[in-house]
């Protein structure tokens, strides 16, 4: 049932303040403002190193997890796509822990790497969406995201329940490895705390410039989307979600790499769409908007109030979010990259909920 919405997508993107706090309820004791049990179901104290594989939307959340645990928990990631990661014979370790993540917990590159770490003696945990899954039964602890079922093709409320998820493990894999100490994982748990009653507002605040801006970018060809830190992961999330259902050419690039090759693309006709909360990347990101502007590049930029004020450079649009500490930017940035994806499909009139070629469940390899 889509109830008011005209497709699922959108309904699952409205949805995302009720069941990102449905997963925080299940990681987080907001009374005590500590990351709870549930969070430990795998040892992350004991563990050398953690590996982490996944597809598509889901490798993309795993991306920004993998910043999240060598920052907070001091623990290095090793992360892969699995229809790399499974077979590429890495050496392995039984002392690394092994992360899956998947909305599904069906897909069959995914599970194929969960079983090779199995053999290789890890400790396993699966990130699902479907508690009753595959990847679910032949892992050693479940970490269910809660994001209720998703219809829609296009991977938006799982994608942040996932992160809210990895942002969870990851403080108390600090707090476990005493690299987050009892002042910080209050703080962090504090500003989890708020993300769903920011989520409303942002949705709120954003959706008419959302829809007006699709018109523009339903005239383009390609989009570029540039990102630093965890806003890499996202440019690279922003420009599946645009492909995949408006069937528009998109990249994701790492800011900095802008000057290694995608700049020769930079002219009037391909928007660039830079990603950057104020937050330690912010001067940096925007030398290299900089670069995109000097060469008559169109930008929008997605920033908050403070990067609003701080840059001066021109720009097509500029979509202004609150500020937010960083452990949460992740998820409110995805809210307005959701919705220009979601709104120029509706624009362009295509198969919003069941793009071509696309299946909700990829069980062959
Ligand atoms: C994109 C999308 C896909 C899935 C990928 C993995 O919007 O939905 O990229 O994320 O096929 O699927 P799961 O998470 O079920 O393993």
């Not at 969406?129 to 809660?146: G, K």
């Not at 928007?271 to 930008?299: C, H, L, W």
């Amino acid at each position: 049932d889509k109830g008011n919405h005209r497709h699922f997508m959108e309904k699952e993107i409205y949805e995302q303040p009720e069941v990102i706090s449905h997963a925080l309820s299940h990681y987080v004791d907001f009374a005590e403002n500590t990351i709870g049990p549930n969070a430990a179901a795998i040892d992350f104290k004991a563990a050398t190193g953690l590996a982490i594989s996944a597809c598509g939307t889901a490798y993309l959340a795993g991306l920004v997890g993998k910043y999240w645990f060598e920052r907070y928990a001091r623990l290095p990631v090793e992360i892969d796509v699995a229809s790399e990661f499974r077979y590429r014979e890495m050496p392995l370790s039984s002392s690394q822990a092994a992360l899956f993540i998947s909305q599904s917990g069906e897909t069959a590159d995914t599970l194929a790497s969960l079983r090779y770490c199995r053999d290789n003696g890890l400790k396993i945990g699966a990130v699902v969406n479907v508690r009753e899954s595959t990847i679910a039964r032949e892992s050693d602890a479940v970490f269910p995201i809660m994001a209720g079922p998703e219809i829609g093709v296009a991977s938006t409320k799982a994608f942040t329940c996932q992160l809210a998820v990895l942002a969870s493990l990851a403080i108390g894999a600090g707090k476990a490895r005493g690299t987050v100490s009892a002042e910080e994982e209050r703080a962090l748990v504090r500003h989890l705390a708020e993300m769903p009653r920011i989520m409303s507002r942002v949705l709120n605040l954003i959706q008419p410039q959302m829809e007006s801006l699709s018109r523009e970018l339903s005239k383009c060809k390609d989009v570029l989307y540039l990102g630093r830190g965890t806003s890499f992961p996202l440019a690279m999330e922003g420009a599946l979600k645009l492909k995949e259902i408006s069937y528009i050419h998109a990249e994701g690039y790492a800011a900095g790499e802008l000057k290694h090759g995608p700049i020769a693309l930079i002219d009037e006709n391909m928007p660039v769409i830079v990603i950057a909360p104020y937050d330690r990347f912010f001067e940096k990101t925007v030398s290299n908007m900089q670069e995109v502007a000097a060469r008559g590049g169109r930008i929008i930029f997605i920033t908050d109030e403070a990067g609003a004020a701080a840059s001066k450079l021109p720009t097509m649009a500029t979509i202004t979010l609150p500020v937010v500490d960083e452990i949460i930017a992740p998820m409110i940035f995805s809210l307005p990259i959701q919705l220009l994806a979601y709104h120029t499909a509706v624009f362009m009139g295509t198969d919003v909920d069941q793009p071509r070629n696309l299946a909700k469940s990829v069980t062959v390899e």
